[in-house]
């Protein structure tokens, strides 16, 4: 019985977007999430930061949902900002209801529980994005706080899709919510290919911080507790 997580799966068994396209890293991707994933039980439980499917609709993202339906453990999804099929909570859960979808569960301003930890987490916010969006920033980070509150006063663990810092860059209003919330760990996604050097590993005040990109990981899940 563990939590795992991982970001950036990319699937598109669904929509026509390999990501094998991207080089080596990228090949026989989706064989190789299914065989890391095998191993996960249905004491099990797997947050995913984001970038799951490439479907630009629920029907189109189906057979990914589908395919990681297939393997027993819980899992938790993150909005990446790649998940075009993102819906509210309400439509999504309508939408597994219908497909017999078990597994998959909307992780959206609010928080799970995994033994004594709450699982917080949402988008997040990144600079390259726009720079200058100020109300895109701040519904990221009353989401965030929002995940954050819901936790009560279990200790936390939050996972972002995009970076809250790398190298050569932070997002503050970020950065100071988890401070404030005395996060334990933070791990994101996003970062692919070259941009995976800028990753920032290990502690930064009370949170460690640490990149779950599936291509980093080699899509093997991160083990976070037991």
Known sequence: MALYAIGDLHLSL???????????????YTDRIGESLSALTAEDALVLAGDTSWGMTLAEAEADFQFLDRFPCKKYLVK???????????????????KGIRTLEMLHNG???YGDWAVCGTRGWFLEEDAHNVKVLNREVGRLEASLK????RPMLCF????PLYQGYECPEILGTLEKYRVSLCCYGH???HAIRRR??????????????ADY???????ICD
């Open 217 to 223: 990981l080699g899509f093997v899940p991160k083990k």
């Open 150 to 153: 819901a936790a009560g006063e």
């Open 80 to 98: 990446g900002n790649h998940d075009y099929w993102w819906t509210t909570a309400a439509k999504l859960r309508r939408f597994f209801d219908e």
């Open 14 to 28: 669904g929509a026509d977007k390999s990501m094998e396209v991207f080089g080596p890293a990228w090949e026989n």
């Open 160 to 163: 972002l899709h995009y970076p």
């Open 200 to 213: 920032w590993e290990g502690k930064r005040g009370e949170t460690d911080f640490s990149l779950i990109s």
């Open 111 to 113: 928080c799970a529980f």
């Open 191 to 193: 970062l692919h290919g």
